[in-house]
């Protein structure tokens, strides 16, 4: 697999990313980074450099939770499956 490099822009300012994931991909990625630092520059007036800070502490934040998420449903997941196995040996 080859790396592909994106030009993305992010509050105002281009960067070049390299990466195996597709140029799509990045894009969207950038599109969420700059769209949370848009928000974050209208709700605080902070500089830059905070703002990226504070952008990425959300998307961390976003991430943990969705992994815990995650981890729940597996676990609910094997309960169900189970209950299933439970269910069909009592019918046997």
């Not at 790396?3 to 990466?19: M, P």
């Not at 991430?63 to 981890?71: A, D, T």
């Not at 609910?76 to 189970?82: G, K, T």
């Amino acid at each position: 697999m080859q790396k592909i490099k994106t030009t993305v822009r992010i509050a105002g300012k281009e960067y070049a990313i390299t990466s195996y994931d597709s140029e799509a991909y990045i894009q969207n990625v950038a599109a969420w980074v700059d769209q949370k630092m848009k928000e974050l520059s209208q709700a605080t007036r902070l500089p830059a450099g905070q703002l990226a800070v504070l952008a990425a502490v959300k998307a961390t934040d976003d991430m943990m939770k969705s992994r815990e998420e995650i981890r729940r449903l597996k676990q609910e997941l094997e309960s169900a499956r189970a209950e299933i196995e439970r269910m069909k040996h009592e019918q046997a």
